[in-house]
């Protein structure tokens, strides 16, 4: 054999470029929408995860204090409302007036800033506008009820029972 008359040919011919931009345009077009709807499940479990948080730190500190602390609906991160709803901010602080109120003096321990975007966060039943936890770590009494964090098309239902003990589920908004 001749080694000069070789000829070498290493590339892609066109219909197998074709065929692997074919492949490529599939894998994204099934795999995108599902990592969308994954993105926000996350994003909604990840909010819920920050009020329980919340939630569950205003317990333990009205046991390490052993003081009554509250958590409170807020939209400007220093005092509470009684109109709206939770997705506009919560702060916790100590409850030394005991009214589920913030009021001058009392020391705010945490503060969530308002959700982002087209997020709900309200309540549904029974819940009022604060939490407020005794240093025994139970609740104040007829604060129990469910709340609902939207972010269609995701949803969590939040349960909250008389001694403050939670339960997450999924919801539809």
């Not at 074709?18 to 490529?24: A, E, Q, R, T, Y």
């Not at 005092?79 to 709803?85: K, P």
């Not at 975007?117 to 009022?128: A, E, I, L, P, R």
């Amino acid at each position: 054999m001749d080694s000069q008359n070789k000829s070498n040919n290493s590339g892609f011919t066109l219909i197998e470029l074709m065929m692997v931009l074919l492949m490529i345009a599939i894998t994204l077009g099934i795999g995108v929408p599902s990592f969308q709807g994954f993105i926000q499940d996350s994003r909604v479990a990840g909010l819920t995860n920050t009020f329980v948080s919340s939630l569950n730190y205003t317990r333990s500190e009205a046991v390490k204090r052993g003081a009554e602390v509250s958590l409170c609906k807020s939209s400007n991160g220093s005092s509470c409302i009684t109109s709206g709803h939770w997705d506009q901010g919560w702060i916790v602080f100590v409850d030394n007036s005991n009214f589920g109120t913030w009021d001058t003096g009392e020391e705010i321990l945490r503060v969530q800033e308002k959700f982002d975007g087209n997020t709900t966060f309200q309540s549904t039943t029974g819940v009022g506008n604060a939490f407020t936890f005794l240093s025994s770590g139970r609740m104040t009494s007829g604060q129990s009820g469910e709340m609902l964090l939207c972010d269609a098309p995701e949803a969590r239902q939040i349960n909250i029972n008389t001694v403050g003990r939670i339960h997450l589920t999924e919801a539809t908004c």
